[in-house]
């Protein structure tokens, strides 16, 4: 009989700083399309500095009625985070937004809502 492997943490390799801001985002909802900002690839960049957050966005046109409503919705959500005391949102035009920045899942929605992609 063999002993069970020991599990060894690396001391030196810290979690994602921002992988619950990430997970938060999944909660703030495209208003045209059922899915998350980040199913639908708006979310280009995001970084946190102490309590500062930064984000970039894209959006699938430059004259989407959409924006201001997304941009307020994200900017409540990631405010709703305990570690997170201020949000700046960038709108970037590069990369443009292609269907090629749905994630797997946003495939699969826009598949299942009759989208061809």
Do not use: Y
């Not at 102490?50 to 894209?58: F, N």
């Not at 989407?64 to 985070?81: A, G, K, S, V, W």
């Amino acid at each position: 009989m063999t002993a069970p492997l020991a599990q060894i943490s690396n001391p030196l390799v810290e979690p994602d700083p921002v992988a619950h801001l990430w997970n938060a985002l999944h909660d703030v909802e495209d208003p045209e399309f059922p899915m998350s900002i980040v199913d639908m690839g708006l979310v280009v960049d995001l970084q946190k500095r102490g309590g500062d957050v930064a984000i970039k966005m894209t959006f699938t046109a430059m004259g989407c009625p959409c924006m201001d409503m997304i941009m307020e919705d994200t900017e409540t959500r990631l405010r709703q985070e305990p570690d997170v005391d201020s949000v700046q949102i960038e709108v970037v035009w590069s990369p443009v937004w292609t269907k090629a920045r749905l994630t797997e899942r946003g495939q699969e929605i826009m598949l299942l809502n009759g989208v061809s992609l």
